[in-house]
C-alpha cells in the first residue's frame, strides 16, 4: 500500500484544532505513532492528554465558563483544554461546581443476555489428573493447562510425550510443548525452529558467527533436521538420477572452462557407478567439496571418501581433481590457474623459457611474496629460497628446507611458478641450481593427490624424483557453528593447547581425547586424498 503523503501546514492546523493523534490519523490515513514522529522531526511539540500538568486559575475560570455558560460536555472541556475528562471532574468538584450526570444523558441498563452467561457450576472445565487443579481454559488459548504442567509438575518439551501417551484428551492443551520438542530456539525472536540458518539470521540483520559470538555457542540446528539432511544426501549419492542443486561456484568454474572452449558435463553419475562427478571434462573430473557437506560426523564423509573417488576414477580411465570450498573462496585465481593447467588450457598466457631467465637466492620475504599470490598453500618458511628472474622480474620460486646436516638431506618443500606466465623448464632449472650449489645427498618432496592427476608423470619425475609410496588420507577441522568456509589444521588442536584456550569454559580434560575435545568445541573433520612421496637421490638421480 502507498504511503499517504502528509502536509506540514495542514497536520499542524488540524492539530491545533484537534490535538488527537488517533483522530487525526483516520483523517490522513495513516498511523498515529508516524504522525508523532513528523511532527517531532518538524519542531512541534506533541502534547500529552494523560500527562498530569498544572493548570492555572485563569484556565479553571475559562473551564467553568465555558461549562457553566457555553453550555459544553465534558468531552468538548477535555479536548478544547488537553485534559483528561476525570481530571475535569476532579477540578469541578474542588470548586464546589454541580456536574450533570452524563451531561443530562441517562445511562442505560444494559441488557443481560441469559443465554450467553452461564453460571460458574455450568462451565466446563479441565481438571489435572495429578494434583486436581482445575482451569476453564478448555481449548488451551492461555495456556494455563500447559503452564501448570511445566512450572507445578517439571514437565518439559521432551517428558511431554509420556504424559500425552497417557493422556491423548490433553494433546491440543500441550501443542506448543509438543512442537517445541527436538528443535531450537533463537536467541534474537524467541521462535523454536529445526535450523536457524542465513535466511532466517537475515531478518534480524545478522550473520551466523555474529549470532554465535553474541549469544553463545547453543546449537543452531535441530537432531530431527541434521539426520534429514543426512540421509537426503545419502539418497543423492545412491541415486544416480537424483536432480541436485548445484553451487554457484561449480557454475563458476564450469563457466570459465566454457569461455576457453572447452566441453564440460555437470554431475555424471555413469563413471563412479552412482556417486557423483560434479564437472567432467574430457578424461578429467573436478570435484568442488563444500566444507560442511564433506565433513566426517556431520557430512558422513569418512576418512577414505574423496580418496576412493579418486581411485575409483583412475580404474575407469579417468583422472579426478578435488577442490575443496576453501580453497577456492580465498584463492579463486590460483585454482582457476591449476585446473587450466591441467587441462592444458594456456590460451593467451606468454610462455617464458628457462634459458632467458636468471637463477638467484632471494630473501624470505621475498619467497612469502610471492607463495601467498601464486602457490594454494601459501608460504612455509625454508633454509634455502631461490628464485628465477626474468628480464629482472621474479616469476618463479623453489625453496629447500634442511632435514639432517650429518647426512645432507633436504625436502623441497614449496615450488610456484608466476600464474600470468607459462613456464618451460623453469622448475628444472631452479633444481639444478640448487643440486650444483648444495650439492645433497637425497631431496624428498610431498605432492597432494588431490592435485597430481598423475603420479607417474608430472614435474617431480621430470627433475628425476621417484614415487616413494603414498601416506594415508589426513584430516583438517571445520568449524560448523560459523560460516566461514574454512579448515583449519590438526596441529592447532592439540589437547594440551585446547585445555589452555578453552578448558575452563567447555570444561575440557586431559583424560578426553583430541576427538573428543573438538567435538565439544563444535568442529568437525575434512579428510583429504593423501599425499605422494617422491625422492631424489644423488647415486641414483632418476632413470
Same mark, same amino acid.
Given at each position: 500500500?502507498?504511503?499517504?503523503?502528509?502536509?506540514?501546514?495542514?497536520?499542524?492546523?488540524?492539530?491545533?484544532?484537534?490535538?488527537?493523534?488517533?483522530?487525526?490519523?483516520?483523517?490522513?490515513?495513516?498511523?498515529?505513532?508516524?504522525?508523532?514522529?513528523?511532527?517531532?522531526?518538524?519542531?512541534?511539540?506533541?502534547?500529552?492528554?494523560?500527562?498530569?500538568?498544572?493548570?492555572?486559575?485563569?484556565?479553571?475560570?475559562?473551564?467553568?465558563?465555558?461549562?457553566?455558560?457555553?453550555?459544553?460536555?465534558?468531552?468538548?472541556?477535555?479536548?478544547?483544554?488537553?485534559?483528561?475528562?476525570?481530571?475535569?471532574?476532579?477540578?469541578?468538584?474542588?470548586?464546589?461546581?454541580?456536574?450533570?450526570?452524563?451531561?443530562?444523558?441517562?445511562?442505560?441498563?444494559?441488557?443481560?443476555?441469559?443465554?450467553?452467561?452461564?453460571?460458574?457450576?455450568?462451565?466446563?472445565?479441565?481438571?489435572?489428573?495429578?494434583?486436581?487443579?482445575?482451569?476453564?481454559?478448555?481449548?488451551?488459548?492461555?495456556?494455563?493447562?500447559?503452564?501448570?504442567?511445566?512450572?507445578?509438575?517439571?514437565?518439559?518439551?521432551?517428558?511431554?510425550?509420556?504424559?500425552?501417551?497417557?493422556?491423548?484428551?490433553?494433546?491440543?492443551?500441550?501443542?506448543?510443548?509438543?512442537?517445541?520438542?527436538?528443535?531450537?530456539?533463537?536467541?534474537?525472536?524467541?521462535?523454536?525452529?529445526?535450523?536457524?540458518?542465513?535466511?532466517?539470521?537475515?531478518?534480524?540483520?545478522?550473520?551466523?558467527?555474529?549470532?554465535?559470538?553474541?549469544?553463545?555457542?547453543?546449537?543452531?540446528?535441530?537432531?530431527? =533436521?541434521?539426520?534429514?539432511?543426512?540421509?537426503?544426501?545419502?539418497?543423492?549419492?545412491?541415486?544416480?538420477?537424483?536432480?541436485?542443486?548445484?553451487?554457484?561456484?561449480?557454475?563458476?568454474?564450469?563457466?570459465?572452462?566454457?569461455?576457453?572452449?572447452?566441453?564440460?558435463?555437470?554431475?555424471?553419475?555413469?563413471?563412479?557407478?552412482?556417486?557423483?562427478?560434479?564437472?567432467?571434462?574430457?578424461?578429467?573430473?573436478?570435484?568442488?567439496?563444500? =566444507?560442511?557437506?564433506?565433513?566426517?560426523?556431520?557430512?558422513?564423509?569418512?576418512?577414505?571418501?574423496?580418496?576412493?573417488?579418486?581411485?575409483?576414477?583412475?580404474?575407469?580411465?579417468?583422472?579426478?581433481?578435488?577442490?575443496?570450498?576453501?580453497?577456492?573462496?580465498?584463492?579463486?585465481?590460483?585454482?582457476?590457474?591449476?585446473?587450466?593447467?591441467?587441462?592444458?588450457?594456456?590460451?593467451?598466457?606468454?610462455?617464458?623459457?628457462?634459458?632467458?631467465?636468471?637463477?638467484?637466492?632471494?630473501?624470505?620475504?621475498?619467497?612469502?611474496?610471492?607463495?601467498?599470490?601464486?602457490?594454494?598453500?601459501?608460504?612455509?618458511?625454508?633454509?634455502?629460497?631461490?628464485?628465477?628472474?626474468?628480464?629482472?622480474?621474479?616469476?618463479?620460486?623453489?625453496?629447500?628446507?634442511?632435514?639432517?646436516?650429518?647426512?645432507?638431506?633436504?625436502?623441497?618443500?614449496?615450488?610456484?611458478?608466476?600464474?600470468?606466465?607459462?613456464?618451460?623448464?623453469?622448475?628444472?632449472?631452479?633444481?639444478?641450481?640448487?643440486?650444483?650449489?648444495?650439492?645433497?645427498?637425497?631431496?624428498?618432496?610431498?605432492?597432494?593427490?588431490?592435485?597430481?592427476?598423475?603420479?607417474?608423470?608430472?614435474?617431480?619425475?621430470?627433475?628425476?624424483?621417484?614415487?616413494?609410496?603414498?601416506?594415508?588420507?589426513?584430516?583438517?577441522?571445520?568449524?560448523?557453528?560459523?560460516?566461514?568456509?574454512?579448515?583449519?589444521?590438526?596441529?592447532?588442536?592439540?589437547?594440551?593447547?585446547?585445555?589452555?584456550?578453552?578448558?575452563?569454559?567447555?570444561?575440557?580434560?586431559?583424560?578426553?581425547?583430541?576427538?573428543?575435545?573438538?567435538?565439544?568445541?563444535?568442529?568437525?573433520?575434512?579428510?583429504? =586424498?593423501?599425499?605422494?612421496?617422491?625422492?631424489?637421490?644423488?647415486?641414483?638421480?632418476?632413470?
Amino acid at each position: 500500500m502507498k504511503r499517504a503523503i502528509l502536509n506540514l501546514d495542514e497536520v499542524v492546523s488540524a492539530y491545533k484544532d484537534t490535538p488527537n493523534l488517533h483522530d487525526l490519523a483516520k483523517r490522513f490515513h495513516t498511523s498515529h505513532i508516524r504522525l508523532s514522529q513528523f511532527l517531532t522531526e518538524n519542531g512541534i511539540k506533541i502534547q500529552n492528554r494523560g500527562k498530569k500538568r498544572d493548570i492555572d486559575e485563569k484556565m479553571v475560570s475559562d473551564m467553568i465558563y465555558d461549562y457553566t455558560r457555553n453550555l459544553m460536555t465534558m468531552d468538548g472541556i477535555s479536548k478544547k483544554y488537553n485534559l483528561r475528562i476525570k481530571r475535569v471532574r476532579e477540578i469541578f468538584r474542588e470548586k464546589n461546581i454541580k456536574i450533570s450526570k452524563w451531561n443530562g444523558h441517562k445511562k442505560k441498563d444494559k441488557q443481560i443476555n441469559a443465554q450467553k452467561v452461564k453460571k460458574a457450576d455450568d462451565r466446563e472445565y479441565v481438571t489435572c489428573p495429578i494434583c486436581g487443579w482445575v482451569t476453564y481454559d478448555i481449548q488451551g488459548k492461555a495456556h494455563s493447562f500447559q503452564k501448570h504442567m511445566c512450572s507445578v509438575h517439571g514437565y518439559n518439551e521432551d517428558s511431554i510425550l509420556t504424559y500425552i501417551e497417557e493422556h491423548p484428551e490433553h494433546e491440543h492443551l500441550l501443542r506448543d510443548l509438543v512442537k517445541k520438542r527436538g528443535k531450537v530456539q533463537c536467541k534474537v525472536c524467541g521462535k523454536w525452529l529445526s535450523i536457524i540458518d542465513d535466511r532466517h539470521l537475515k531478518k534480524h540483520g545478522l550473520t551466523k558467527s555474529e549470532y554465535l559470538a553474541q549469544y553463545g555457542t547453543g546449537k543452531t540446528i535441530s537432531e530431527s =533436521c541434521r539426520k534429514k539432511l543426512q540421509e537426503n544426501m545419502k539418497k543423492m549419492q545412491d541415486n544416480p538420477n537424483w536432480e541436485r542443486f548445484t553451487s554457484t561456484y561449480e557454475t563458476d568454474i564450469a563457466r570459465v572452462l566454457k569461455e576457453h572452449g572447452l566441453t564440460i558435463e555437470m554431475h555424471n553419475r555413469t563413471i563412479l557407478g552412482g556417486k557423483e562427478i560434479d564437472i567432467l571434462c574430457g578424461d578429467t573430473g573436478i570435484e568442488f567439496n563444500g =566444507c560442511l557437506q564433506h565433513t566426517e560426523w556431520f557430512g558422513g564423509k569418512d576418512k577414505n571418501y574423496h580418496l576412493k573417488k579418486t581411485d575409483g576414477a583412475i580404474k575407469n580411465g579417468y583422472r579426478l581433481i578435488h577442490v575443496f570450498e576453501d580453497e577456492y573462496f580465498y584463492h579463486k585465481d590460483i585454482v582457476l590457474s591449476k585446473i587450466l593447467h591441467i587441462l592444458g588450457v594456456h590460451s593467451n598466457i606468454p610462455s617464458i623459457y628457462a634459458r632467458k631467465c636468471i637463477v638467484n637466492e632471494i630473501t624470505g620475504g621475498e619467497a612469502e611474496t610471492f607463495l601467498e599470490k601464486n602457490h594454494i598453500q601459501g608460504f612455509s618458511g625454508a633454509g634455502v629460497y631461490l628464485g628465477a628472474f626474468y628480464e629482472g622480474k621474479l616469476i618463479a620460486v623453489m625453496t629447500f628446507r634442511h632435514i639432517l646436516k650429518e647426512s645432507n638431506e633436504w625436502e623441497l618443500s614449496r615450488y610456484a611458478s608466476d600464474n600470468a606466465y607459462k613456464c618451460v623448464g623453469v622448475g628444472g632449472k631452479l633444481f639444478g641450481y640448487f643440486i650444483k650449489n648444495y650439492n645433497p645427498e637425497s631431496v624428498k618432496s610431498f605432492a597432494d593427490r588431490r592435485w597430481t592427476v598423475d603420479y607417474k608423470n608430472n614435474l617431480y619425475t621430470k627433475l628425476g624424483f621417484k614415487c616413494a609410496g603414498f601416506t594415508s588420507p589426513d584430516y583438517k577441522y571445520y568449524n560448523l557453528k560459523d560460516n566461514k568456509p574454512q579448515r583449519f589444521h590438526k596441529f592447532g588442536f592439540r589437547k594440551q593447547r585446547l585445555i589452555s584456550r578453552f578448558g575452563n569454559s567447555y570444561g575440557l580434560t586431559m583424560d578426553m581425547t583430541e576427538t573428543e575435545m573438538a567435538k565439544e568445541l563444535g568442529y568437525d573433520r575434512i579428510w583429504d =586424498c593423501g599425499l605422494i612421496k617422491y625422492v631424489w637421490t644423488k647415486e641414483n638421480p632418476g632413470d
